[in-house]
């Protein structure tokens, strides 16, 4: 989607994205940076800038193992429910130079086999907390063509999270933290193209790459790359109310987490590919952006949790 003077998430959604993309911005056990991508509307659109309030949501409560559903008796972990709120600010100095920061406040409900010795066999410890979770800055360059529509990102997440929260017992690990504690070198590009000159369809795709760098505590999240290719149709209005419907691929790749404190046995990596109908609508200078992405294919290492919809709203004011 256009949005005159301005980008959008291209940062998160990465100007990168090519597919999904359980993100590390947001670390969790199955992946979050699905959120990051796909989001047609961040694309550059020249000088100016825009604020945004993103909202992303999922309940992981579903046992994977491989490609198919998996016996819940075989992973101690029985729901991660995760709201993360994320505000964002993006800004093009001129038509090939943007910055771009986000900050996120996570919620999390998490429910797993209680480590407590003093309770019976197969009790739950229920836990809920809330934090600050990893901060994302990063660089977009799209000077390659006059007409913007080729573009890099290039930036660090930086390890602002808390990745130390826990019960007496232990019962929080690492890839549950709302945080990773590591640095990571994010890169990443998108492409989008007119279709055709009469029917104001554009095809885009987006690509990021999130390589963690500096780690502690024995503990690396794995590299992940995050992809979408998808349509959006410029030719509805309403009124004043521009009407842009998206519909997209996203596919989403992460690597085993590695180190002491990751789990053991491997619980962690994974391959998703997912279906992502979304619409905005903007009125200058609001727009309002939403999306539910359905998976239809999933490969999970071990035993993990997984969500059977993960749900997107974006509310953003340019200028």
């Given amino acids: 989607m256009k949005f005159k003077n301005s980008l959008k998430l291209a940062a998160l959604a990465g ?42 949501y999922q309940n992981q409560y579903r046992n994977w193992s491989g490609n198919s559903p998996s016996s819940a008796i075989k992973n101690p972990d029985k729901e991660i429910r995760t709201l993360f709120l994320v505000a964002g600010l993006q800004y093009f100095f001129n038509r090939e130079w943007g910055i771009q920061v986000e900050v996120p406040y996570d919620f999390r409900t998490f429910k797993t086999e209680s480590a407590n010795p003093n309770a019976p066999p197969g009790a739950i410890a229920a836990l809920q907390w809330s934090d600050i979770g990893d901060m994302r800055v990063k660089g977009i360059y799209t000077g390659f063509t006059d007409d913007l529509s080729i573009g890099l990102d290039f930036g660090l997440k930086l390890p602002t999270g808390s990745y130390t929260h826990n019960d007496a017992f232990g019962d929080v690990d690492r890839d549950t933290q709302l945080g990773t504690g590591s640095t990571d070198l994010l890169l990443g590009g998108f492409y989008r193209r007119h279709i055709t000159e009469k029917i104001p369809l554009t095809l885009f795709a987006q690509t990021e790459l999130d390589l963690p760098m500096l780690i502690r505590d024995d503990y690396r999240p794995g590299i992940e790359l995050d992809s979408a290719v998808g349509v959006y149709y410029e030719g509805w209005k309403l009124g004043r109310v521009r009407i842009t419907p998206v519909a997209q691929v996203i596919f989403s790749e992460r690597t085993s987490d590695s180190g002491q404190n990751a789990a053991n046995p491997v619980a962690s990596g994974y391959q998703r590919l997912l279906l992502s109908p979304g619409l905005e609508l903007h009125m200058h200078p609001i727009s309002v952006y939403a999306d539910v992405e359905f998976p239809v294919f999933q490969h999970m290492v071990g035993n993990q949790l997984v969500a059977p919809a993960l749900f997107k709203l974006v509310f953003s004011y340019h200028f």
Avoid at 32 to 40: E, G, R, Y
Avoid at 46 to 56: F, K, N, P
């Fill in 15 to 56: 100007v990168a994205a090519t597919v999904l993309a359980p993100d590390a911005a947001r670390a969790c056990a199955c992946g979050c940076s699905v959120f990051d991508v796909a989001t047609s509307s961040m694309l550059p659109q020249g000088a100016g800038g825009m604020a945004y309030l993103e909202m992303d």
